[in-house]
């Protein structure tokens, strides 16, 4: 169990910003905090070890513990009005998708509390059901139950009324498709002595709210499932006036009865629930729910929601969702003028076994002198990853692998507290994938020191770590360098990388949004270097929300390595509209940008590179300074080669410059490596290992016409190899000889 976790309300800075860090830990005990800056995360014995130098701050000191949870469940919440704490008679109706009926109660449209036993309560029971519960205040209660079970995955009208001068309670489950002797059609009613409790408090959906301490609220019997246009009027409604609030056609008579109708196809890209009755009732979402679903009404006419938004009128909401775990800060930090730009954490621990890291970037000063050369942390990749479940999906990993699946505490924690969080990789508990991902929670898998299901026993060689391979290999070989966030690329555009002659990627910079491509594209159209310093990189589209920071969206769209698919018609963004997806299919194949692309996969052994005749060729003359054996990173950290995990290769049909050089390409790789799903338009056998001729990565250099050039190492175990034998090996030599070169003023 931890003791100690926390993360930072920000992932990048620059000096004289402020930067606060919330922690949760054992309640009572102690715990030292200090800045220190990160150089080398991999605690594999076979590496230099982990390395990080102190930054002697402010906050360095001695902290009291305290235990803060994390409220997770989407849900919505629409503030008390007066209309709501008026009603006595009433009817609620809401279109229901349930994904897992069975999982216990759930509430779907509530106001209630709890401690008095006050209000009303649409829900599904305990047994599966339709069920509406009031209650008077004074502790009695009454439910009345469709007494027939919803099935999964399908949708229902769900209404239910209560006729203050009669007593009378009304329940309808109306399933909108039959299935033969499917008996889930439901009309029951029920008379009562009992009357609505004084109300107040907020009306939610999907959740009622048991507890609240400050902002946050934590609630229980969460929903999973889609709701869809749902109402509140304060009469009784027969089937005909249902009908008519759900298709917009609010009789003249009815209008004053109809306190609020919600429709989730307006404001798509916003957490803002809109009310269109006119009465101002609007809402909004709580632990970002997921928008841009398809409705009860969806037909299939059109696959984009922007086209035809009422067929996107859905919500749906998971048990597991969370945005922003709220914790309370218990530190802040004012970024110091001294602080040089780099990767930085604030480091919290109660004892040798009990830390955490929480990282964040340090950008240079605005208008600060810039080094020649900037490294692109890939934040939204962390993101995408952050708090994977994969480790503790044995027969997933154990395939991939090649290997009996061994799991770390970290991977047992996050089994154990699925409120902390999943990665866009996992499935919520409903089976639909995830994909919304926050940075406002402790991601336990981007720490130094993390211990990777995919780098094998005792590593650390995924992501974070493989990233700082390369920081470290710039200190050792004395490069200045700055640091910058792809989120930051995202904001600034273009005019953060001004000034630099090279920008070097991470090991796998695979999560790009639009902003971030186009400022990228920019930079090498006005003679700008890349150094791609790794695999599956531009490869999904992601989007950011617009008013909520450190939250991400990626939709599965067609096509592409993944953990789980989109729903047909889900392929678009709900933050901004887009086509997701892989880039591939926006047009935009990573060959494009960096002359190689995603083609093969495999996790248990690296390989190695072979000589190609164009590593002959004058132009790479530069490049291959030094370098005279024909076998390039025969050794390394990451599988014992420099060719592993993820590899890119050359194709001039997918936009590979016609003038690139492929100096070498990777080969002997074993069959666990198998070809990327996207390249097979029909299966057959020798899409693995040997047997196939594109299981390889190319090293591939290329001049653009502006004068810029670049440089593609196309393997994630490339940047292992850099410190092997004191940083002394072909690897380094080529990539030093490629930066050196790259640094320099004099046009390609």
Known sequence: MKKILGYSDKISVRPGDEISFMVSSQEGAEYQARIVRLIHGDTSPEGPGYKEEAIATAIEGSYSGRRQEVFAGSWIMVPDHRLLAGLTSFTLQVMVWPSLPQNGKQTLMSRWDSDRKSGFCLCIDAEGCLAITIGDGSGATETLSSGKPLVAREWYLAAASFDADSGKLTLLQEPQKRHGETDDLAQVSATTELRLGVQAGPLTMGGNIVETQGIRHRIDCPFNGKLDSPAVSSKVLDRLGLQQILDGRIEEADLPALVARWDFSKDITTEV???????????????MPVRAMKGYNWTGREMNWNHLPEEYGAIHFHDDD???????????????????SGLYAAHVKIDDEQEDFMPFVVCPALGAKKAKAVFIVPTASYMAYANEHMPTEAPLAEVLTGQVAVLYPNDVFLLENRQYGASCYDVHADGSGVCYTSRLRPILNMRPKYQSWLGGAGSSLWQFNADLHIIDWLEAKGFEYDCITDEDLHREGVEILDGYQV?????????????????LEAFKSRGGRLMYLGANGWYWRVAYH?????????????????GWAAEPGEYYHSFTGEYGGLWRRNGRPPQVMAGTGFIAQGFDISSYYRRKPDADNPRAAFIMEGIDEEIIGDFGLIGNGAAGLELDYADRLLGTPPNALVLASSEDHTDLYLVVCEEILINYPGHSGQESPLVRADIVFYETASGGAVFSSSSIAWAGS???????????????NVLRRFMEETPF
């Open 273 to 287: 629930v809109r009310d269109v009755s006119g009465n101002h009732l609007h809402g909004e979402t709580v632990n």
């Open 322 to 340: 969370i945005y922003d775990c709220g914790w309370d800060v218990d530190f802040t930090l004012t970024i110091p003028d001294t602080m040089k």
């Open 546 to 562: 617009q008013t909520k920071p450190g939250l991400m969206e990626v939709r599965r769209a067609e096509d592409g390595i993944r």
């Open 722 to 736: 850099l410190s092997h034998n004191s940083y002394d090996n072909n690897v380094s030599r080529m990539t030093e």
């Open 503 to 519: 920008v070097l990627t991470s090991t796998h910079p695979e999560y790009w949004s639009l902003q971030m491509w186009d400022g």
